[in-house]
């Protein structure tokens, strides 16, 4: 049996030895794959100076190598410490899949796939790539639910994915034990390949198109100098770059502290079982699909003609390399393995017996355990870091043999382009800061690692390492009271609690706990007054005499006078929206930033380049941890403000978008008149030790108007209500401000020539393909999310970006992405929520109107639309 076969493996495969190092792959992928030994790389002319060095020769980097030359870049160097593919690469399983629950990785993984089907027609190597397919096996109906959630978001994409029925998952895979098969989610087009060989022959192709790859080169320090290039120091000299990409795998640690960055980074202990010949397996006609158990845990495939096995052991079972964040790399370790401990995954090989029953017949031939480099959100970090000018990140890799050809592409383009090609904010390195601590990294790492195969809900959220200390004034206060959300290391309420209500976290694809006190809230600051915590804002102080030349050219808006506020977006140079940003001419010379707590450090490095670039006299500085934030919205909150100061909050004397400093209850603050809810209402900026007396004394002064909290879960649903778009939803880097319908903030006409101004004005002359729309859908307890396929005569036309339940309409509402010709309104569509097809309809927005319109509207004799 497979267990009595793990029991009775030697003891330096289960034991408690030292790591070990194999002088090859474990196992062959084909027995048609070619091995070939690369020789020492060093003899190759050595070079001083370089366009790019990448540091790092795993499959990540030697990508990056391939694609900048092949797009044309010359002087590419890649420096390797000890051999290509040391590190995590060597000993990976090389699955590849189209498969994935996020948006734009997708676009990742096909680039990826497409590229290894045609690798070794362009180079000659042989890459020992298999496609048999691969199914996710449901067994729960709480995974057939995920299932068509997660079909709903396939429709869009090009890879093919199907939602199939037991009889097929067993027609693919007559091997499995049917008994708790519900459904299989197949992409055709899966498979694994040989990291080795796929290493090597990118190898060969970037070494074809002129980059040079050398090795073993050790990288002994990093020095920036003043005009944003390095010096890279190696024993064998030092090299000039104009940038250097950190490619360094779980090394990059390592690399990062030589510039005084702690990437936050662990290695963790992945162990994979590959068995000698089973007879069933041998007698199959044609390789069966990689199988992916979620409930166990675990993936399988086939390996020859037996059988390879990798499960993601729970977080109290999976182990980490602590030591290595604390100590650093052991040196010369490369082609090394730990030892691996079988107990740990005994639980996932009694599942995988279960579902395969031939297994336990099995006989072990090796046990792999690795370090594979995991990021606290298993995501990896790539593109630019902030803070540091030129040096670039490609690590934190979970799944290194997929992402390698796609980021390889991706970050080739955004080097050579000077902005990304699409929008991949979820891998941005720049998306963890000061708050990112070891110990959080661990804890993080550990759950996702843990959670690999957890199911996949809608308003995710994941509790280790939490909270950090980046947490508001009000935290203490408030934590007991609601459900708290995790916004860029913030805690921030998403809806509050009161008797009788279900409480905690209840995931669900369909409504749930949290429903009906939204609700509550909802009609808390239409009609009354509330208060919400707006702590976790990204804010960015800048100063200085160049300082409106330099937004000038930086904003696609206009400047907004001294004492008021505007929403202003900074494009890229083809014309896509980088940021949405809330800008205040606070004095002369002297603006306040605000942008979304996920956008902070990103949106805050473009500014920082931007300002170097044109060697701006400016003052730029991320003031988001020092100030709080109280948003006070409802139509009597002008009437609870005004019982604390001795300024004049009317109409009249404090406007729309007018932004001022005064006291409120003698606490100094920068009020804005704004809201996201679209509501009478003002964001309070202050000191964060003032968040508590602040808060005290607007919740005292408002017990007559019945004042009470809400949270960002009825804030969504008031901004879509009007009709107001989101940055990472209806627009970023995938999409232009005409199609987003952000025409009004965008000043084509004014005189400074904003970056992207060119750009927009030959889409414009074009004509766009699509347009952003507002729909109405009726449903039954289930409402959209956003990136749900939109369909029109039983064809996917476009996808949703944004959507949620409307408490006022009591109806669902989205934003769309659908062609132009298919845009008027009245126009009837279909949107894809948890395999139905549910009946939509364009309406003319927003929905609900704003408080300013309304009040505009009623001055004039109108009627306003609530």
């Not at 899966?190 to 970037?206: C, F, R």
């Not at 929008?423 to 941005?428: G, K, P, S």
């Not at 920082?608 to 909150?637: C, H, K, M, W």
Request: aromatic share 10%; charged share 25%; proline share 6%.
């Amino acid at each position: 049996m497979l267990r009595g076969a793990l029991r009775s493996l030697p003891p330096k495969l289960w034991g408690r030895e030292p790591a070990f190092s194999l002088p090859a792959r474990p196992f062959a992928c084909s027995p048609t794959t070619e091995r070939w030994e690369e020789k020492p790389s060093i003899e190759a002319r050595w070079k001083d100076a370089a366009e790019t060095v990448i540091i790092g020769g795993g499959c990540v980097g030697v990508s990056l190598a391939y694609h900048l030359a092949k797009a044309g870049m010359k002087d590419v160097l890649l420096l390797e410490k000890s051999e290509l593919t040391a590190g995590s690469t060597w000993h990976a399983a090389g699955l590849t899949t189209y498969f994935h629950p996020g948006i734009n990785l997708k676009q990742i993984h096909h680039y990826s796939i497409k590229l290894y089907e045609q690798l070794e027609d362009e180079t000659g190597q042989a890459v020992g790539f298999h496609q048999p397919g691969s199914i996710r096996i449901a067994s729960t109906p709480t995974r057939v639910d995920e299932f068509k959630y997660q079909m709903s978001r396939a429709g869009w994409h090009p890879a093919e994915q199907y939602l199939i029925k037991p009889e097929r998952v067993q027609e693919l895979f007559p091997l499995i034990n049917m008994e708790k098969v519900l459904a299989g989610l197949y992409n055709p087009g899966d498979g694994h390949i040989d990291p080795y060989s796929l290493t090597m022959a990118l190898a060969a192709g970037a070494r074809k198109y002129g980059a040079q790859i050398n090795y073993p080169v050790q990288v002994t320090d990093l020095k920036s100098r003043a005009d944003g290039t390095w010096e890279v120091e190696t024993p064998q000299g030092i090299i000039h770059a104009n940038r250097v990409v950190n490619t360094a795998g779980f090394w990059a640690r390592e690399i990062g502290k030589m510039i005084g960055l702690p990437h936050p980074l662990i290695p963790v202990h992945h162990q994979y079982i590959v068995t000698a010949t089973i007879p069933e397996v041998k007698a199959l006609k044609k390789e069966f699909p990689v199988i992916r158990d979620l409930e166990g845990s675990y993936y399988l495939r086939q390996e020859r003609d037996g059988i390879l096995f990798g499960p993601y052991e729970s977080p109290e079972k999976m182990k980490l390399q602590e030591s290595w964040v604390k100590n650093g790399v052991p040196p010369g370790f490369g082609k090394e393995l730990f030892e691996s401990d079988l107990d740990r995954i005994m639980d996932h090989v009694e599942a995988a017996m279960e579902t395969v029953p031939i297994l336990k017949q099995a006989d072990i031939i090796n046990v792999v355990a690795g370090p594979i480099t995991y990021s606290p959100d298993i995501l990896p970090m790539v593109g630019p870091h902030q803070g540091v000018r030129n040096y670039w990140v490609a690590i934190g890799f979970g799944y290194g043999i997929i992402h390698a050809g796609g980021i390889g592409k991706y970050l080739s383009d955004w080097i050579l382009n000077g902005e990304p090609p699409f929008d991949l904010i979820e891998l941005d390195p720049n998306r963890y800061g000061k708050w990112t601590t070891p110990e959080f990294t661990a804890a993080k790492a550990r759950e996702s690692y843990g959670f690999n195969n957890i199911v996949g809900y809608p308003k995710e959220e994941r509790f280790a390492g939490r909270p950090t200390a980046r947490v508001s004034g009000l935290y203490e206060v408030l934590k007991s009271e609601c459900s708290m959300g995790f916004h860029a290391g913030w805690e921030q309420p998403h809806w509050f609690y009161k008797p009788g209500d279900e409480i905690g976290y209840k995931p669900s694809f369909r409504r749930t706990n949290w429903f009906e006190p939204v609700g509550r809230e909802y009609k808390q600051v239409m009609e009354k007054v509330g208060v919400i915590d707006l702590t976790p804002f990204g804010k960015i102080s800048i100063k200085g005499s160049d300082s409106a030349k330099f937004l000038d050219l930086l904003i696609a808006n206009v400047i907004p006078k001294i004492g008021f506020t505007n929403i202003s977006h900074m494009l890229t140079p083809r014309g896509r929206v980088y940021a949405e940003l809330t800008v205040s001419h606070l004095k002369p010379g002297e603006f306040l930033l605000i942008t979304g707590s996920g956008s902070e450090l990103h949106d805050l490095r473009w500014i920082e380049e931007e300002a170097s670039r044109g060697q701006f006299n400016v003052e730029i500085r991320n003031v988001t941890d020092e100030i709080g934030v109280l948003g006070v919205a409802g139509p009597y909150a002008r009437k609870v403000l005004q019982k604390l100061t001795t300024e004049d909050l009317s109409d009249a004397a404090f406007s729309f978008l007018q932004s001022r400093h005064l006291n409120i209850a003698g606490i100094p603050v920068t009020a804005i008149r704004i809201s996201y809810t679209g509501e009478l209402g003002w964001e309070l900026y202050h000191r964060r030790e003032d968040s508590v007396p602040l808060y005290s004394a607007i919740m005292e002064a408002g017990c007559e108007e019945g004042i009470d909290n809400f949270g960002t879960y009825v804030m969504n649903t008031l901004r879509l209500e009007k009709a107001f778009r989101a940055w990472g939803a209806e627009m970023n880097c995938d999409t232009n401000p005409l199609e987003a319908g952000l025409k009004y903030f965008i000043k084509l006409n004014k005189p400074a020539d904003f970056i992207g101004k060119q750009a927009l004005k030959q889409i414009k002359e074009k004509g766009l393909e699509r347009q952003l729309v507002y729909l109405t859908l009726e449903t039954d307890n289930v409402d959209p999310e956003g990136n749900e396929s939109v369909w029109y005569n039983n064809k996917v036309i476009g996808n949703t970006t944004s959507g949620c339940y409307s408490y006022s309409t009591q109806q669902s509402l989205a934003f769309a992405y659908v062609p132009v010709e298919l845009s008027k309104v009245g126009q009837k569509l279909e949107v894809e929520l948890l395999g139905k097809n549910y009946q939509a309809t364009i309406i003319q927005e927003p929905l609900v109107m704003t408080e300013p319109t309304r009040t505009r509207l009623q001055k004039k004799g109108g009627s306003a639309k609530i």
